[in-house]
């Protein structure tokens, strides 16, 4: 019994010297941790027993919210030919990590800390149009908040395919979305929301470039749940990127030099119809237009499926945002969309149309310098052509002076002969008595110098008929030809005026709906 009592006082010796030893050796460590650095400190806290292969959630049935921003800083380029447009845009996003969280308290009053983005979970949110990886820096660290708010903001330029419309060029307006989804987890893991109002999306140019040849009209928004499989369904975000063209360079490098030409074409009807200058003149127009054309055809935008159609109507697009329809812009004449049937263009094709109306004129120009042409063997005016033209047309046209001009008449050959005739036999008359006294004056005699006489008389009467009816005869073929250069003066006031208007309509027609595109 007296041995048992110095055991237990040197047990309880021995236990309070071991605690002793501790106290100060827990001291010492907490004075040693309070000596280093509180980020240092903070980052062995967070990724002591961090797993960044797992969804960070205590609760494995919650969803992980993604909110998701753009900001469009620049249209880089539109490859009409390829369907790809190339943007660079801001892209943040930010959702909550439930083990990336402390008390600031604890931690010299952190509230925001940047960690590498390798070390720490990360959702892989893709754009589903990416065709190629663009040349966008590479940003390694993201911001965590001390409530677990992680916020990653990174520059991207974006390659990605769009649907390019180029009908309505150079007034056209393009709309290419840009998707972000999960490649993997459905909307039961990662869902995505909006991080602004879609009012600040759709209006935010506060960062982009805008003196290229694009101009940002906005960004819309739509968040749509969509399903591959029955049991799997997915959130995504799309963002509409509507942009439009400026149409100055191409106006000035493309329309005016046209419009020139077709004036052009339109003072050559003041050339005179019967000279072939004007032929001429307008194949060489034709001609000019044509190597036109060719020269600005590496300008023209062109598709596997179409080439731009300078003057055509848009095939404006209806693009759905949820439960409801929004056009973007608005269409001026007529809406079409690719599930429905095409709608009825609403104007015809600007170089196509100018080609052919210089193609008319130069048609116009040979039947009027084929109807004025003089020919020997020229056929008269039918009746019913001078009726119609020399009368009608040119009364309609207000052209008095050509309904007068009537051609007289034609002398007919057998009056002339016999006219020749009568001179003849009065010729013969005359020198008859007179060969009648001489004869019986002296028969047997050699003839007289008047009997010579006469019948040079008569041989210079007959040359004179011959001279005065082939006269008459060119003088007819003038007439004719006066009549038809008449007929061929009328005929071109008429076609020139019906060409002029055509080609005004058609101006008319352009410029108001290119206004409409312009400004819609």
């Known amino acids: ?209 805008n003196q290229g040849e694009w101009e940002l009209l906005g960004v819309l928004t739509q968040f749509r749940e969509f399903s591959i499989e029955s049991s799997n369904c997915y959130a995504e975000m799309k963002f509409y990127v509507v942009i439009r063209r400026r149409p100055l360079f191409y106006a000035v490098s493309l329309l005016l030099p046209s419009i020139f030409l077709m004036v052009m074409d339109i003072v050559g009807f003041y050339l005179p119809p019967d000279s072939g200058e004007r032929v001429s003149f307008k194949i060489t127009l034709l001609l000019g237009y044509s190597v036109f054309l060719i020269i600005v055809s590496d300008t023209l935008p062109a598709t596997a499926i179409g080439t731009p159609l300078i003057g055509k109507g848009p095939p404006w697009g209806r693009v759905r945002y949820g439960p409801g329809t929004e056009e973007w812009p608005p269409p001026p004449c007529c809406v079409c969309q690719p599930s429905l049937p095409p709608c009825p263009e609403c104007t015809g094709v600007y170089f196509v149309v100018c080609m052919a109306l210089l193609v008319i004129s130069l048609a116009e120009t040979i039947l009027i310098v084929r109807l004025v042409h003089k020919q020997d063997l020229q056929q008269p005016v039918p009746a019913w052509l001078r009726h119609l033209v020399l009368d009608r047309v040119a009364l309609l046209l207000c052209l008095g002076e050509q309904a007068t001009s009537h051609r007289r008449p034609a002398t007919s050959q057998a009056t002339k002969t016999n006219e020749c005739s009568d001179i003849g036999n009065h010729c013969s008359h005359v020198g008859g008595p007179v060969d009648v006294d001489r004869t019986r004056r002296g028969r047997g005699s050699p003839p007289t110098p008047v009997r010579e006489a006469s019948l040079a008389v008569r041989g210079l009467l007959q040359e004179l008929t011959s001279i005065r009816h082939f006269l008459e005869k060119r003088e007819e073929s003038r007439e004719v030809a006066r009549d038809w250069l008449r007929v061929g003066s009328v005929l071109d006031r008429l076609l020139f005026r019906i060409y002029l208007l055509a080609v005004l309509a058609y101006s008319i027609t352009l410029v108001t709906l290119w206004s409409i595109w312009q400004y819609s």
């Open 1 to 209: 019994m007296l041995l048992w009592v110095p055991q237990t006082l040197l047990t309880l010796l021995l236990g309070m010297l071991l605690t002793q030893g501790e106290a100060r050796h827990r001291g010492g460590f907490q004075a040693h941790n309070t000596s280093r650095p509180a980020l240092g400190r903070l980052s062995d806290y967070l990724f002591t027993n961090y797993k960044k292969g797992v969804r960070p959630v205590r609760d494995w049935r919650k969803p992980t919210t993604v909110s998701i921003d753009i900001i469009v800083y620049a249209i880089l380029s539109v490859d009409e030919k390829n369907q790809v447009l190339t943007t660079y845009i801001w892209y943040r996003q930010y959702w909550t990590d439930e083990f990336l969280q402390w008390n600031p308290e604890d931690f010299d009053n952190i509230t925001k800390l940047s960690i590498p983005t390798d070390s720490i979970w990360v959702p892989d949110i893709l754009i589903n149009e990416f065709v190629d990886v663009g040349k966008s820096p590479d940003i390694p660290y993201v911001y965590v908040r001390h409530h677990g708010e992680v916020q990653n903001y990174k520059p991207l330029q974006v390659v990605t395919a769009c649907s390019l419309d180029i009908y309505n060029f150079p007034f056209d307006v393009q709309n290419c979305s840009l998707t972000f989804t999960s490649w993997l987890h459905t909307i039961q893991d990662i869902n995505i929301s909006l991080w602004r109002l879609p009012e600040k999306v759709k209006f935010d140019k506060s960062v982009f470039m």
